[in-house]
């Protein structure tokens, strides 16, 4: 079945960039999500990939896709106290029809 | 004006009880879902709907029971509570673009003791 692996924690310093990895097992998923959890509310979809793409840039974002390897990447750049949540990344279920979500990273920024 | 609401957003109660938690989206969305994200923060669906009729029905005990009564409406009741049923559960509802972006809920804590 679909399985999305990915580091549990992640420590960076202010102005650092940050780096969380996962890996997906799915490879027909149409598109790759990274989701944000800030603490005490829901998911937030911070940005996706379209599969057929190998980098999505956006602001302070940076997507990389390894399709050969199923490894999907969300680089922050920059990183600010603001950024410490927990990132989720997620694929499609082969229906369609749902998400299969990894376990989060929990990124953590210090000052 | 809130996209997905749920009530209430805590919930504390004992074990054998039987409680509901209500979600509504004015999104105009078809479709509809529930997570449970356990203590450890990791997230399963539960269930789907799609306007109105279920259509994903993972592994959960038959205790829990979705109704959906009408497409911007997912409820979830659970009967005869039991310890382990304490998480925070998300609604969350799906638009019609292509790639599949959910919208969640703020989450219902739920406790019991």
């Known amino acids: 079945g679909e399985d999305v692996e990915q580091s549990l924690f992640l420590s960076v310093r202010e102005g650092d960039s940050s780096v969380i990895n996962c890996t997906y097992t799915?490879?027909?998923?149409?598109?790759l999500y990274w989701y944000k959890q800030e603490p005490g509310a829901g998911l937030q979809l911070l940005t996706y990939?379209?599969?057929?793409?190998d980098m999505k840039q956006d602001q302070r974002l940076t997507v990389l896709l390894n399709k050969k390897d199923k490894h999907l990447s969300l680089r922050i750049a920059d990183t600010q106290t603001g950024d410490s949540a927990i990132y989720f990344c997620?694929?499609?279920?082969?229906?369609?029809?749902?998400?299969?979500f990894g376990k989060g990273t929990t990124l953590s920024v210090s000052s | 004006d809130t996209a997905v609401s749920q009530t209430p957003k805590y919930l504390v109660t004992q074990m054998g009880n039987d409680k509901s938690i209500k979600c509504e989206q004015n999104?105009?969305?078809?479709?509809m879902y529930w997570y449970k994200q356990d203590s450890k923060k990791f997230l399963k669906i539960m269930f789907s709907?799609?306007?109105?009729?279920?259509?994903i029905n993972e592994t959960v005990p038959n205790r829990f029971s979705p109704k959906s009564p009408d497409k911007a409406h997912l409820n979830l009741h659970i009967n005869s509570l039991e310890l382990g049923d304490s998480a925070v559960y998300f609604c969350?509802?799906?638009?019609?673009?292509?790639?599949?972006?959910?919208?969640f809920g703020p989450g219902t804590r739920l406790t019991v003791l």
């Open positions: 990939i379209f599969s057929n793409m």
């Open positions: 969350a509802s799906r638009g019609a673009r292509g790639f599949n972006e959910q919208f």
């Open positions: 709907y799609n306007n109105k009729e279920l259509i």
């Open positions: 997620a694929e499609s279920n082969q229906a369609g029809t749902a998400l299969i």
């Open positions: 999104l105009g969305h078809d479709t």
């Open positions: 799915d490879s027909s998923s149409t598109y």
